[in-house]
């Protein structure tokens, strides 16, 4: 079952921040993001593995709970490169993953000047 | 280092027709998936290749198979087109990690834009 994500999209002005959240309703091994810009491939930003781990990557930064299933991805001070479409990615637990994601309907991001 | 290289990038087909896309990994990733994305919509997994074997499949009908080679470059097949076969289709390489597989982070090729007419 796909995860969903919200909201399906959020306009911002440069230097405001977001949050935008993954929920499943299976238990999950690990949750990915990506970025996705019109016409490119979709870009690797962060994997959050079960444990509540919080990981960041420059102003962008995540968290997943693992008792809830959810996942929320953080971005502060948002610059114009930040535009795109965000998508969660989760492995499934039980069985074997093999790294099979399961992606979210994905989340617009538009950054204005 | 390359990355992940798709090709063609367009394709043209009429309805009932057969496709071939390609895939080359990124250099050192020896897991080649492949995922169907529909405009507006989330990629969706239609299988993997590992050791030259599809190790796991989504829901899609067997029209869809593919080929690994020694080299981990992929092929993916779609046979008897439909127009709903018209998307987007993204090959995505990885290491293997075994069992930990799930903390493998996927490098997306910038697809082949099928249009099934």
């Known amino acids: 079952q796909q995860p969903v994500q919200s909201p399906q999209a959020v306009i911002l002005r440069e230097g405001e921040d977001a949050v935008i959240n993954c929920s499943s309703s299976?238990?999950?091994?690990?949750v990915h993001w990506y970025r996705q810009k019109h016409g490119e491939a979709p870009v690797f930003l962060m994997i959050l593995l079960k444990g509540g781990e919080q990981k960041g990557h420059d102003k962008i930064s995540a968290s997943f709970n693992e008792k809830k299933q959810q996942s929320s991805l953080y971005l502060t001070a948002s610059q114009l490169s930040y535009s795109g479409t965000y998508f969660c990615g989760t492995a499934n637990a039980g069985g074997t993953s093999y790294g099979k994601l399961t992606f979210g309907q994905g989340t617009i991001l538009t950054v204005h000047p | 280092d390359a990355g992940v290289t798709q090709s063609p990038t367009h394709l043209i087909k009429t309805r009932g027709q057969q496709v071939t896309l390609r895939c080359s990994p990124k250099s050192g990733h020896d897991t080649v998936s492949w995922y169907q994305q529909a405009l507006g919509q989330g990629p969706q997994f239609i299988f993997q290749?590992?050791?030259?074997?599809?190790?796991q499949r989504g829901n899609f009908p067997d029209r869809f198979s593919g080929h690994q080679f020694p080299n981990y470059s992929s092929e993916l097949n779609v046979n008897a087109l439909l127009l709903g076969d018209s998307a987007l289709y993204l090959c995505?390489?990885?290491?293997?990690?075994?069992?930990?597989?799930?903390?493998?982070?996927?490098?997306f090729g910038n697809g082949t834009r099928l249009t099934v007419t």
């Open positions: 290749y590992y050791e030259e074997e599809e190790r």
């Open positions: 299976k238990a999950l091994y690990s």
């Open positions: 995505a390489s990885s290491l293997d990690l075994g069992r930990s597989s799930y903390n493998s982070p996927l490098h």
